[in-house]
């Protein structure tokens, strides 16, 4: 007996360690925004206690002034908030990489070379939004200088796409974020020239594989700006792209093209350029397209070669242009520039309700991000809104000004909201916000 007590005392403490473990491997992953979009690639934010009420004059926890102009999104990992920027101005500004500590002081910053400015009024040469595996951090620039460091501010290796595959022919400016799939950093390059999907070993930078994505398009039309979204489905990752009128899926460690659908414009429209990426949930994918008039459910599970015919639904007069939907739990929520926010039924697009934002002045480049039944937003004005969705519409519990452009998306970590301005960097926080 005295030996069964102790085997199944020790098993019991073996069961609590393990449980424990898995609780504090949850914690830990909750803490992070790894990439642009967050850990899901969604969007959505993980479980916590985040501000829902409060002021931009006095409920700011700090603010840290940015050296040089940027769009990307922040990222966190742990510790680090990582995010890129320009670094001084004209022709001697060059691309930045800069990490801050959750007092919003400034840890380290590394230059990693000559600057290719922004042409959009919102724009910049720093859009590209980092990304990280919690060893390596990978940053893109409109330079196109691609490179991956560590979290001391070591640069772990550096290469330039145009020096090495070729011009890259955007009218505007460089947009796509890097994705991590199967150990390589993937970057999808769509323009009006040599279009391609290149991977990237993670820890050497040594090419694991490059395939061609070429497709006849009208002018503008084969340029995107969208970033690739990555699916595990088992064992199969696939890397979903969209732009150039088609949405392709990609076998994550080959490249190779698995299906696509085209279909996105029969009349061959010109100017089409693609700039919101699709949403993904419940196996199924939602894509804006027509400059933001159009939108489109498909599932991701096909195989060959798909049309329009093959699409669950597609919607005239409901789209965004810049701003990425959120996918969650069967729901696609979406703004566009003026403000107008949707919410439909991801797997029959029916439109479950549509209102306006109150007293927009801004246009809505920032994707939004969810958290929870609360919807963060911001627009190019500094007109920041966070509301409290339903099954029947959304009731506004913040709308706020700053001082301060954004184009960067809402950071939603560690019970804190991240906002990324042209100007500063703000976090707002349960210290900050009045008892």
Known sequence: MTIRKEMNSILKHKITACFALILVTMTLQAQNWQQWRGSGANGVAEQGNYPTIFSSADDLLWK???????????????????????????????????????????????????????KHPRGSGSNP????????????FKSTTLAALDFDGNVLWKTNLQDTYGDITFWWDFGTSPVLAEGNVVVAVMNEGQSYLLAL?????????????????????AQSYTTPLVVKDGKQTTIIVWGADHLTGHDATTGELTWSY??????????????????????????PYGRGRFLAGMKIN??????????LWAKSGIGTDVATPVTSKGKVYMVNFSGKLWCLDILTGEELWQTKLPDVKGLFYSSPTLAGNMLYMCSDDGSFYVGEISDTGIKILTHTKFEDNFAASPVLVQDKLLIRGTKNLYCIGPKSLPK
Not at 264 to 282: E, L, V
């Open 201 to 221: 070993e993670q820890s050497t930078g040594e090419i694991a594989w490059k395939v061609d994505r070429n497709y006849t398009c009208s002018p503008e039309t």
């Open 302 to 311: 096909g195989e060959g070669y798909m049309t329009e015919k093959d699409f």
């Open 129 to 140: 939004s980092a990304i990280t595996d919690g060893e390596r951090i990978f940053v893109l």
């Open 262 to 287: 085209s279909g996105f414009n029969p009349g061959q429209k010109q100017y089409w350029r693609t700039i919101a990426s699709p949403g993904i949930s419940d196996g199924v994918a939602v894509v």
């Open 64 to 118: 840290t002034k940015l050296p040089g102009a940027g769009g990307s999104t922040p990222i966190v990992w742990e510790d680090h908030i990582i995010l890129t920027s320009g670094v001084g101005e004209g022709d001697e500004a060059e691309d930045g990489v800069f990490c801050y500590d959750w007092e919003g002081n400034q840890l380290w910053e590394v230059k990693l070379g000559k600057q290719v400015a922004g």
